[in-house]
Structures are given as C-alpha cells and as structure tokens.
C-alpha cells in the first residue's frame, strides 16, 4: 500500500478538505454545503453538484468585447442553437462562429476549429518548404502547397508532413537511386578465385585474370571427370528401375519399348548416311 497523505485544508475547485470521517474526507463548498468524497475522487470533483445546477441569467449578461480563449464576443444579444443559448463570436484567426455560451464559459470551446489544426506556414519538412494552405481533402485532411529545393511544387498532407512520409517531391528518392547504383559497394566485385576487387564494367565479371579463370576452370573440370561416372551409373540404374516398374504395371510396355528404340537406333543411321553422303559433295 501506499502512504498515507493528508489533504486536510487542501483546495479543489469549490471545495475545501476540513477533515478525515469514515474512511472518507468532508469537504466543504463555497455554497456552503457540506460533501463526503473518497480519496480518488476529491481531486476530481470540483463542487458538491451546485456547478452544474447554477443557472445562467441571459437577460443580465453583457459581455460585448469580452475575450475566452481566442474567441471575443461581438454580439449584443442570444440566439437560440438546438436547444441552448449561443452568441456570435470573432476568431484569432478572423472567422466569425456563433457559439453556444455555456461552452464558452466553461472552457469547452476555445476557438473557432483553428485551435485543433496544426498551421504549418514557412516550416521545411526534408526537402519541401510549406508556402501556403490550399484546402482541405476528401477525408477532411489539410492539404498544403510546398516547394521543394529543386524547384518543382507539390501538394501534400499535413499529416503525412507531419510523420516524415513525405520529404520532397520525388528527387530525393531519385538521387537516393543514383547513389546507390555508383556505391562502391555495387561498383565492385570479389574474383572468384583470389578475391580481389573487380569492377562491374570490366567483361570479365567472375575474376581479375585469365589465370585466376583457368585455375578455376581446371578445379571444375577435376571435379567434373570425378562426378560424372557416378552421376551416368546413377541413371542408368534409375532408367532401369523405372522401366521395370512400367513392366509389371502394363505386360504390352516391354513390346512398345523395344519398338521405340528400334525406330530411334534407325533413324540415327539414317542421319550418319545424310551427314556422308553430304560431305562426299563438297569434297
């Protein structure tokens, strides 16, 4: 738990703490009622109830030129909005909006709507400088017309500004491309023997010599005269096991088999005697 504080002759609002009674704390009101309020809500409440109850007398109010917030009252008399009172008022910023006035007094209009947006005139973002408002989107977003360092102008959101989406009108992104294309990073390359720097544009891309090419074309050959008996003995037994499985599912597929390699032997013949009788002409 936590310590214990004593709030005796504290003030919050209309009220004053007199002492503790009951596990609760008897508060006293301007009005001169006496409250019982727990701990968590005295510092929440502002009176005992006679706040929201007091009634305002329209007919003896004149407040013309009086200021609350950003708005200054410059009508003479109430007009009714829905069911409350209201009154015309003047903007900070020069808009003219009737107002209901127990909001106004209050606190719970404070301007016109100007005082929830966020004015961004003259402030640079990236590469974009705001220059001025435009208007205001579809979906009720500010949209602001800003030049950008290369010259080009673009509209742009607020809040897109705001969160760093957006920095320029499409140059930067551009230049970022180009960088990235002459890095040293993509400009140059590891031979693929002795791994020494190799330039992208040189024709021979894998390695900086002949020699390092043919060290590494004799490995492959080596390699390659060690694999390929094994590799030619392993298909061969797969081209076997594969014939015999299509043996003993169809009795006719030995027949048509034979056949096929029969017309296939022929006809490599045939092209042995065309490539002869070819050469024989031209000599």
Same mark, same amino acid.
């Given at each position: 738990m936590g310590k214990f504080i004593d709030l005796t002759g504290q003030e919050f609002g209309r009220l004053k703490v007199i002492k503790r009674e009951n596990g609760k704390w008897l508060c006293k009101c301007q009005c001169g009622n006496d409250k019982?309020? +727990?701990?968590?809500n005295v510092v929440k409440y502002k009176s005992c109830g006679c706040y929201k109850r007091k009634r305002i007398n329209y007919n003896n109010i004149n407040e013309l030129g009086k200021k609350y917030?950003?708005? +200054?009252? =410059?009508?003479?008399?109430?007009t009714k909005l829905g069911k409350h009172k209201a009154i015309k008022c003047k903007c900070d910023c020069g808009k003219e909006k009737i107002v209901i006035y127990s909001h106004l007094i209050n606190g719970h209009q404070k301007s016109c709507g100007c005082y929830k947006? $966020?004015?961004?005139?003259?402030? &640079?973002?990236g590469r974009l400088k705001v220059v001025k408002l435009q208007g205001i989107s579809d979906k009720r977003h500010l949209i602001w017309k800003c030049i950008c360092e290369c010259g080009n102008i673009k509209l742009c959101e607020g809040h897109l500004l705001r969160k760093g989406q957006i920095k320029s009108?499409?140059?930067?992104? @551009?230049? !970022?491309l180009l960088n990235m294309v002459y890095s040293?990073?993509? @400009?140059? $390359? #590891?031979?693929g !023997?002795?791994?020494k720097k190799i330039e992208t544009f040189k024709?021979? #891309? #894998?390695?900086?010599?002949? %020699?390092? #090419?043919? =060290? &590494?074309? /004799?490995?492959? !050959? +080596?390699?390659? /005269?060690? =694999?390929?008996? =094994?590799?030619k003995e392993m298909l061969r037994k797969r081209s076997q096991e594969w014939r015999q499985k299509k043996i003993n599912q169809d009795p006719e597929?030995?027949?048509?088999? !034979? %056949?096929?390699?029969?017309? @296939?032997? /022929? /006809?490599?013949q045939i092209l042995k005697l065309i490539d002869q009788r070819i050469k024989s002409f031209q000599m």
């Open positions: 019982l309020i +727990t701990s968590t917030h950003k708005l +200054t009252i =410059i009508g003479k008399e109430f947006r $966020i004015y961004l005139e003259n402030q &640079v973002f009108c499409g140059c930067l992104q @551009r230049d !970022n040293e990073s993509l @400009r140059y $390359i #590891k031979c !023997n002795c791994g024709k021979d #891309k #894998k390695y900086c010599s002949l %020699e390092c #090419k043919s =060290i &590494v074309q /004799r490995n492959k !050959n +080596t390699i390659k /005269r060690c =694999i390929d008996p =094994i590799y597929f030995k027949q048509r088999h !034979n %056949e096929y390699m029969k017309l @296939r032997c /022929r /006809r490599k």
